[in-house]
Each structure stands twice: as structure tokens, then as C-alpha cells.
């Protein structure tokens, strides 16, 4: 019996450690068609980039506060996002973020 109970415990307890892909569960809609800086790179860079001590200007990284600033560094972005995937430090970047920096550097910079 004792057995039985540990189990059903186990299985219980192992059951609630799941983790969901929120871009699966609800179906967000990731843009790729025409990516500019000014629709979604902007917001992707703000949330994941220019914050504190990293491309803000408080160190000796590049300041990615506008579109001149974001596109002149482009090859380097494309090489730490896309190809070495080790940035942001802070852990991966969302599915439809990735692609969407991925698509952005790949089809020319758009503003």
C-alpha cells in the first residue's frame, strides 16, 4: 500500500512541473511580413538590449538607442544573436523575437 501511495504522490508532484510554451498555447501571431526597425526590432531591442549595463551607454558596448546606431552594428548582432545564439546574456531570446531579428538582418535593415 505504501508503495502504491508514494507513487500517486510522485506522479502527482512530477505532473505539475510542466513547462508551456506560451507562443504554442495561444497562437500569438509572430509578424514576418515586412520586419522594420520602427515595428518590431525597436520593442526588441528596449526589452532585451539597451537596459542597464548593457547597450544603454553606461558601459563600453555599443548604445543602441536608434536605428543608425542598431543597423551600423548589424553584422555583429547578427553574429551573436543568430550564429553564436549567446545574446541576450540574460537567457534566449522568444521564438517570434529571434526570427524576427533573424528576418529583419537577413532581408536588409528596413527602418
Given at each position: 500500500?505504501?508503495?502504491?501511495?508514494?507513487?500517486?504522490g510522485?506522479a502527482?508532484?512530477?505532473?505539475?512541473?510542466y513547462?508551456?510554451?506560451?507562443?504554442?498555447?495561444y497562437?500569438l501571431?509572430?509578424?514576418l511580413?515586412?520586419v522594420?526597425?520602427?515595428?518590431?526590432?525597436?520593442?526588441i531591442i528596449e526589452?532585451?538590449c539597451?537596459v542597464?549595463a548593457?547597450?544603454?551607454?553606461?558601459?563600453?558596448?555599443?548604445?543602441?538607442?536608434?536605428?543608425?546606431?542598431?543597423?551600423?552594428?548589424?553584422?555583429?548582432?547578427?553574429?551573436?544573436v543568430?550564429?553564436?545564439?549567446?545574446?541576450?546574456?540574460?537567457?534566449t531570446?522568444p521564438d517570434?523575437?529571434?526570427?524576427q531579428?533573424e528576418?529583419?538582418?537577413?532581408?536588409?535593415?528596413?527602418?
Amino acid at each position: 500500500m505504501k508503495k502504491v501511495i508514494i507513487f500517486f504522490g510522485l506522479a502527482i508532484l512530477f505532473s505539475s512541473c510542466y513547462y508551456d510554451n506560451e507562443e504554442e498555447l495561444y497562437g500569438l501571431d509572430c509578424n514576418l511580413d515586412n520586419v522594420t526597425y520602427a515595428t518590431e526590432i525597436n520593442r526588441i531591442i528596449e526589452t532585451s538590449c539597451a537596459v542597464s549595463a548593457c547597450h544603454d551607454g553606461s558601459t563600453q558596448f555599443p548604445k543602441y538607442d536608434s536605428y543608425q546606431s542598431v543597423a551600423q552594428d548589424s553584422g555583429k548582432i547578427f553574429e551573436r544573436v543568430v550564429v553564436l545564439k549567446n545574446m541576450p546574456p540574460s537567457g534566449t531570446l522568444p521564438d517570434c523575437d529571434f526570427k524576427q531579428i533573424e528576418d529583419w538582418l537577413s532581408n536588409g535593415t528596413k527602418e
